[in-house]
């Protein structure tokens, strides 16, 4: 079981950093698209983006930043370094 969850680990490390080289994004987003582009056959949830997004941050392959989204709404994008 333990080498399916790397397995799942990769891939979606893999899937994150080539979603930041077309830009920065958002959980939300990135979740998303990473559905529409398999055509709903992969579908990853938003709590195991973040613990990828936390394992890159702290390799330092990835940044984060919040911005402002409306009037009081705060969104956390990624940035690829």
């Known amino acids: 079981m333990a080498s399916k969850n790397f397995f799942i680990t990769g891939v ?3 899937l994150f950093l080539s979603l930041l080289e077309n830009g920065d994004s958002y959980v939300y987003e990135i979740t998303k698209t ?3 582009k398999s055509d709903g ?10 613990t990828v997004a936390y394992k890159l941050e702290q390799e330092g392959l990835i940044s984060e930043y919040s911005a402002l989204v ?3 709404r705060t ?3 990624y ?3």
Request: hydrophobic share 35%; charged share 30%; no cysteine.
């Open 12 to 14: 979606t490390e893999m």
């Open 34 to 36: 990473i559905e529409e």
């Open 41 to 50: 056959m992969l579908v990853i949830s938003p709590n195991t983006i973040y």
């Open 70 to 72: 409306g009037r009081k």
């Open 75 to 77: 969104r956390i994008y």
């Open 79 to 81: 940035h690829l370094e």
